[in-house]
């Protein structure tokens, strides 16, 4: 079992920054991937940034350039640099740990983009 809790969330104004962390704990030995998915009322969940421990990232089309995911693995914890948000980055958003045989979830943290 992996338990996440996700922070950073926030009220900002457009152009504004935040950074999401997500803390994994139990058995993180089996983590292969860390990362976020975010999601608004009524769609569906859809993937912000995951990182692998061999270093590879994958971004949603959406991202361009602005957001920036990293993991300290010695804290166990993942990060989300997120620049230049815009209103429709609204979203909660949900930090996720893949292992070989299913993932978990963070219970998510809300990011407002708003003047």
């Known amino acids: 079992q992996v338990q996440l809790v996700d922070s950073g969330g926030g009220l900002v104004q457009p152009g504004g920054s935040l950074t999401l962390s997500c803390v994994a704990s139990?058995?993180?030995?089996?983590?292969?991937?860390m990362g976020w998915y975010r999601q608004v009322p009524n769609k569906e969940r859809e993937l912000v940034a995951t990182?692998?421990?061999?270093?590879?990232?994958d971004y949603g089309d959406f991202v361009k350039d602005r957001f920036t995911i990293s993991r300290n693995r010695a804290k166990n914890t993942a990060y989300l640099q997120m620049n230049d948000l815009k209103t429709e980055d609204t979203a909660v958003y949900y930090c996720?740990?893949?292992?070989?045989?299913?993932?978990?979830w963070g219970q998510g943290t809300q990011v407002t983009v708003s003047s």
């Open positions: 996720i740990a893949q292992t070989g045989p299913r993932a978990y």
């Open positions: 990182l692998t421990n061999g270093g590879s990232a």
């Open positions: 139990g058995s993180v030995f089996s983590i292969y991937s």
